[in-house]
């Protein structure tokens, strides 16, 4: 009597591969049509005025219908926004695998930066949309809802290195996370609006750097102290002798040279 034939089980890697494929499909297709929704409602806005402007008008022009609008925005000043919600879902992924030995402040400042790459990868679009802010109150209401949302979570990031449970006078910790957050988010928007009305040109990302050290040199050191980091750098490696055994513990990004460094020297002082 034959048997049936066994068959061998997918691994999971091999089975979710093609579901993570979809997704990554999905997700562009997702932010392209919100793209082009923007792009007609900003072509509109500039021809026809912002209030003249209706819903219907930027799905017609953007060939989709009205309920496919309403699928990607809520209402048409959100539209000329299309990439914000990407932008912070790439900063909080920036925060969550941050490396355990960087500043917080240092993380932070890296987070924003996926803020600037959007305006920049696009300058031109980035200009026309900040002269639309600058003229409708409505869009510009919009613009700070949005940087209200990157302040909170960049917030919640530098609270997250304080020791909230043990309030004490003179505890300002709570209060010095929250102003670096603003400070680090005032500072890239003080760049950006720069870079913006000078037409997009110019090294912005130079112009950040410099104003984030302004940043670090003001709040860098008093930031960090509390539950998963210390505000002094943390040594390549540290050795303790148990016995006849030396152990030696070392960041996993320590030069090699330097690790061996500090075992010899102890190896001498035993």
């Known amino acids: 009597m034959s048997q049936p034939a066994k068959t061998s089980p997918r691994s999971s890697s091999a089975s979710d591969a093609p579901e993570s494929a979809a997704g990554t499909r999905a997700a562009a297709q997702r932010l ?19 209030e003249a402007t209706t819903v219907d008008e930027i799905a017609a022009t953007a060939g989709v219908a009205r309920r496919t609008f309403f699928r990607h925005f809520r209402s048409k000043e959100e539209a000329i926004f299309p990439d914000h919600d990407d932008t912070l879902t790439r900063a909080e992924a920036v925060l969550d ?37 600058r ?98 750098p943390a040594p390549p490696a540290a050795v303790r002798t148990q016995g006849e055994v030396l152990v030696a513990v070392a960041r996993t990004d320590a030069p090699l040279d330097e690790v061996m460094r500090t075992i010899e020297e102890a190896l001498k002082n035993k």
């Open 97 to 133: 695998v941050a490396p355990a030995h960087e500043h917080p402040l240092d993380t932070v400042c890296r987070g924003i930066k996926e803020v600037m790459k959007m305006y920049a990868a696009s300058p031109a679009v980035s200009v026309e949309r900040y002269r639309l802010t």
């Open 32 to 50: 392209k049509m919100r793209r082009e929704l923007a792009a007609a409602a900003m072509e509109l806005f500039a021809t026809k005025g912002y």
């Open 135 to 232: 003229e409708v109150p409505a869009l510009r209401e919009r613009e700070i809802a949005s940087v209200a949302r990157y302040e909170r979570l960049f917030t919640r990031y530098l609270l997250a290195h304080f020791d909230e449970h043990e309030p004490h006078d003179g505890n300002d910790d709570p209060l010095l996370a929250e102003v670096a957050a603003s400070a680090v988010v005032t500072a890239h928007n003080h760049v950006l609006r720069r870079w913006l009305r000078a037409g997009g040109q110019g090294d912005v990302e130079a112009q950040l750097d410099h104003a984030f050290s302004i940043v670090r040199k003001t709040f860098g050191t008093g930031i960090g102290a509390g539950r998963t980091l210390s505000t002094a």
